[in-house]
């Protein structure tokens, strides 16, 4: 991939219908489509009869179009007294502008057509979760079928396939798509299509699809409809008990995410954290490269669940400017690759318009000095210095700068002080290039921060006080200022400044004989060192049904911008939820990637 751009659609109009000049085909039949698509589509796959209480129902569109399909089904699924999830996953290499879904569903009285625009991604490439109602999250992946399918990791209860005529679009009408949609279908999984072309029948057929055609709606004759073969049964939900270690920017994301998914769950923290998330606010914007790789476009996608999902967040469109010519000329070059409304060069005047401000507040959590962790073959057990005793079979640690006291990971220790400051001088809102800058109110801000490689001290320092005034003045000459706070606060990130998130195997390949994973730090009392003890379990912990352990950490300077999906993915996990994600994005975002004895096969 090259570009962040989506592909261009190419939609002409003609009597208030849209028409697709790359596949010489409307996007529907003359009148009203919501009647045939409700026949084909949702009616095919007896939705009223198939989705139950307490389960994951996984339907996956290819072609989503302006997504009448989508609202049809959420109509439909809504209607049925049930608290099961529906999982939607809309295909689509080139979406139609957000404008352009707005103008044509603003004449529809259809329900949630407007939490879709409301919810819809700019016009960029990537996977994008969004949550439209508590029982329906929607995945917009715009990317190439070919590309998108084998990252996928589903098993899908319901096809909907309405990429045009199989004549006109052969990427998605191919051997190699029915193939993967037959590898990501569970047993008595279905497929419903207007098309009953011959080259998809037999394709179908040979992916393992029975294929039989049904009466069609209307003039058209007849429709195709699959199954494939076996018993279908629904997707439980499952409903651990995690235990999370820090209540940080981390930690509160996954908490407020096991929340949505109805998961109980303890949430930790101890007064001695040093945590970055010190601090009244946070800039909130896409981490962003000039190759989009799988740090940028999952940057993209958190910013934009972060903006939706994440109630303390202020849209404030965000100033960029650089003192250095050759930063900001990349920055410049970025903007060409990118759409307007993501970031644009107004004659030299970089804005982010959809960026924003975390006024974070940190979740409720039980006070606990932990200096004890051990695993047994089927539970962990956390004891803190009163001896008090939890036991969990989950362990989520959100434990940022103190994630090296409980695992042996190659990590970066960072710390960064900001400052509020009053002044009188008009400011912009929300600025970022050399430094953050974000209003809090009236005339406080807030800059920041410093940034010291390796040092995990917590005290301010005047100097780094007279450091942060400097850039002030550099950027905004004549400004007098009256700094009232100081905060500091450590932060930790990865060799390759990627996220860790996710599942980690750390204590299922330790050796039984290694016991402390904690090591003396000098900002540590050597005290209490001898009693930070994290017990590897024995071999038999290999089973699958052992002690689970999951991390979130090494986000540097953006856990505003990616904690909320990274928490999001941590608790689709938990809860059995088909994946938001790439495949092969969560693999490279995998928290224990750095450990030294990680087997290199694992």
Known sequence: MTSYRAENPEITWSNGQPFSERFEDHYWAKGDPLAEKAFVFPAQHALDHRVRSNQHFTLAEIGFGFGHNFLLTAKQFLSVSTNATLHYYAFERFPPPARTLADYWATQQTPLARELIERYPNSIKGWFPVWLHPRIRLVFIFDDINRALPELEAQ???????????????????????????????????????????????????????????????????????????????????????????????????????????????????????????????????????????????????????????????????????????????????????????????????????????????????????????????????????QHELATDTLILATGAETTQFLPWSMKHIRGQSMVFRTSTPLPRLYSGDFGLTHLSKDLYLIGSTYALDDRSIEPRDEDTRALSAKLSAHFPGIKIDPTAQHTGVRVAYPDRVPGFGESFTHRFAQPAWQRIYQAHACIPEELESNWIFQAPSRNSQALNGPRCFASTGFGSHGATHAALAGESIAEHLAGAPRSLPRSMRHRFRPDRFDPRRPMKN
């Open 156 to 386: 899908v209860d319901a096809w909907y396939l309405d990429g045009f005529k199989p004549a006109t679009n052969p990427e998605v009408f191919n051997a190699f798509v029915y193939h993967q949609m037959s590898l990501c279908s569970k047993a008595g999984a279905t497929l419903s299509s207007f098309s009953v072309a011959a080259g998809l029948r037999h394709g179908l057929t040979a992916a393992g699809f029975d294929v039989m055609k049904r009466p069609g709606f209307g003039t058209k004759r007849e429709l195709l409809f699959a199954q494939k073969p076996g018993n279908w049964a629904p997707t439980p939900k499952l409903v651990p008990e995690p235990l999370i270690i820090g209540n940080g920017l981390a930690g509160t994301a996954i908490s407020r995410a096991l929340t949505r998914y109805s998961i109980p769950h303890q949430l930790l923290t101890s007064q001695q954290a040093k945590r970055a998330s010190n601090q009244p606010a946070f800039n909130v914007y896409p981490q962003l490269s000039l190759v989009p790789d799988d740090r940028a476009l999952f940057s993209l996608a958190a910013h934009h669940f972060t903006r939706l999902h994440s109630s303390e967040f202020e849209p404030a469109p965000m100033h960029w400017l650089s003192t250095d010519p050759t930063r900001q000329a990349r920055m410049a070059r970025l903007a060409e690759h990118l759409p307007d409304d993501l970031l644009c060069d107004q004659e030299g005047h970089l804005r982010f318009p959809t960026a924003g401000i975390l006024h974070w507040t940190p979740g409720d959590a039980v006070e606990c000095d932990i200096r004890q962790i051990n695993a047994s073959d089927t539970h962990w057990l956390v004891r803190s210095k009163d």
